[in-house]
Every structure is written in structure tokens, then in C-alpha cells.
């Protein structure tokens, strides 16, 4: 029996076609991240992490180990010139979606219990002109909360690079 993976584009597209995407709204300190629930492989909490390799930016926390492979994990504030948290109690395991092979997952640290959403379209309010950080794609107002949507292909190059 073949099974199809739909890419993280042809979600998006499919959802945007039928009005609703199923999401989640993820707490890191200071604002929450829209992702799509596809993205989000699993949050787990961080028993034991293994430090990032020495001169590793700050935002690059260490390793966890999650169903036998190492998965790095970051910091999105420290990614967006922001204080690193300290608390780092629970950790959202993102599929990676740009190099596949050479990151297959990578982790969030989350602030706080991701929420599910099953978000309209219609329901984002586009705040243009607010700013965004080189790993934001865009914020925006969904049923009354500010929200970033996060820009995943550039969080990944900065981890790879």
C-alpha cells in the first residue's frame, strides 16, 4: 500500500483551498509561533540535554535525544536577537522541511502548553508593517492573540550553516 506525504506547501495550498488549516499555537517567551500541526512531530519534555559544540551561537541550545537520533534544539528568541530563555522544560520537535536528509528534525524550546487551532484563512488579520525578524515570516492577529508565523526555511539555514 503506497502511502503520500504532502509537503508542507501542498498542506498550506490544500488548507487555504478548504478554508481551515489545523495548527498550533506554540508559547516561546514573549509571543506565540502558528505552525502548522503537520510541522510538529511531537513536545516532549527535556530530561537530559547534550551542550551545543563550544562556539556555537547562543541560540543553539544542544542536542536531545529523541526516538534514538540526536535532534538540535534552539532558542526562536535568541534566533531573533533576544534573550535566550533559562527555563528549558519542554521542546517542540519540528520536521524539517528544506534539507530533509541533512535535518531530518530539529527542536523549539516551548514557554508553556502549544494549543491546537484549526485556523481560517479568513480569520488572519495581516499585520502589515509590523516588524519581523530574519526567522519571522509575518505576525498576525488570530482570534484576538498576536501571533508569528515563523519563517522554518530560515531557521533551518541558520542551523545547518
Known sequence: MATTQLTLNQTTLLGATTGTIACLLVPVTGRQLLLPNITVAEVVPVTEMTPAPAGSPAWHLGFITWRDMPV??????????????????????????????????????????????????????????????????????????????????????????
Open 72 to 161: 538540535p534544539v534552539v532558542a526562536f528568541e535568541g534566533l531573533n536577537g533576544q534573550a535566550v530563555p533559562r527555563e528549558h522544560e519542554q521542546v517542540a520537535i519540528v520536521s524539517g522541511i528544506s534539507a530533509q536528509r541533512e535535518l531530518p528534525y530539529y527542536g523549539i524550546v516551548v514557554q508553556g502548553v502549544p494549543r491546537l487551532a484549526k485556523v481560517k484563512i479568513a480569520q488572519l488579520e495581516d499585520l502589515e508593517g509590523a516588524p519581523t525578524s530574519e526567522v519571522e515570516f509575518l505576525q498576525v492577529r488570530y482570534a484576538g492573540e498576536l501571533a508569528v508565523i515563523p519563517d522554518l526555511d530560515a531557521l533551518e539555514a541558520h542551523l545547518l550553516g
